[in-house]
């Protein structure tokens, strides 16, 4: 089944804990990226990439690091996660540039004390 | 000014009503444009894609209005099952993707 898997799906932290939020796909797809979703903002992009080894920032990319050293895993780090960066965070994949539907995964709700 | 705006509503509709949404963007060069559709505390899902000729699918239908830089999505005959947040989104050429906030809709018996 093709599918984006996001880990983990819920979590509750303490400022200034490191964690990371893996996001992986199935479909072989070259884009992948990150948001955040808060009341009335709507999902706003934290980072994106084209392909392996290729990112780059989005509108909030603030407090935020990715990877992308295989094309199916692109995690998203918190090096020091703060109270303002709790929210729910989707990971999303598409096929490439042209490509419109961004295939998204379930969700990671986050909640930083 | 948001690049991508959408009413938030809740919009309150009786089951059978019709109902219409809109959304504005501010980039002229925008290229494609969809509706996503996302469930309370669910992944937003490809609605449909929207096409400068305007396009159908069963009971929605969707338009484009580049000359006013705008998009309408239209449920007709609404189901209890039509409940749930509907996402305007405008990609610019690329890779930029934006999302509208979104504008829930709640369908009622």
């Known amino acids: 089944e093709a599918q984006v898997t996001q880990n983990p799906r819920y979590l509750i932290t303490v400022t200034g804990k490191k964690l990371t939020v893996t996001c992986s796909q199935n479909?072989?797809?070259?884009?992948m990226s990150w948001y955040r979703q808060d009341p009335g903002l709507g999902l706003r992009q934290i980072y994106y990439?084209?392909?392996?080894?290729?990112?780059d920032k989005g509108d909030v990319p603030e407090g935020y690091k990715v990877s992308r050293k295989e094309k199916r895993n692109f995690p998203l780090i918190l090096e020091s996660p703060s109270p303002n960066q709790t929210s729910l965070y989707f990971c999303?994949?598409?096929?490439?540039?042209?490509?419109?539907?961004?295939?998204f995964g379930e969700g990671s709700r986050l909640t930083v004390l | 000014r948001k690049e991508v705006e959408q009413d938030p509503g809740p919009f309150n509709v009786p089951e059978g009503a019709t109902v219409a949404f809109n959304c504005t963007y501010s980039n002229s060069a925008s290229q494609s444009f969809f509706w996503y559709r996302q469930d309370c505390r669910k992944e937003p899902k490809l609605l449909m894609s929207v096409y400068s000729s305007g396009n159908e699918d069963g009971r929605f239908t969707a338009q484009l209005n580049r000359a006013s830089q705008y998009i309408s999505l239209l449920i007709r005959d609404s189901k209890l099952s039509d409940s749930a947040t509907y996402l305007c989104v405008v990609k610019s050429g690329g890779f930029k993707t934006i999302f509208g906030a979104g504008t829930r809709l709640f369908v009622k018996a």
């Open positions: 990439s084209m392909n392996v080894e290729v990112t």
């Open positions: 999303a994949s598409r096929g490439g540039q042209n490509t419109g539907e961004l295939f």
């Open positions: 479909m072989n797809h070259e884009y």
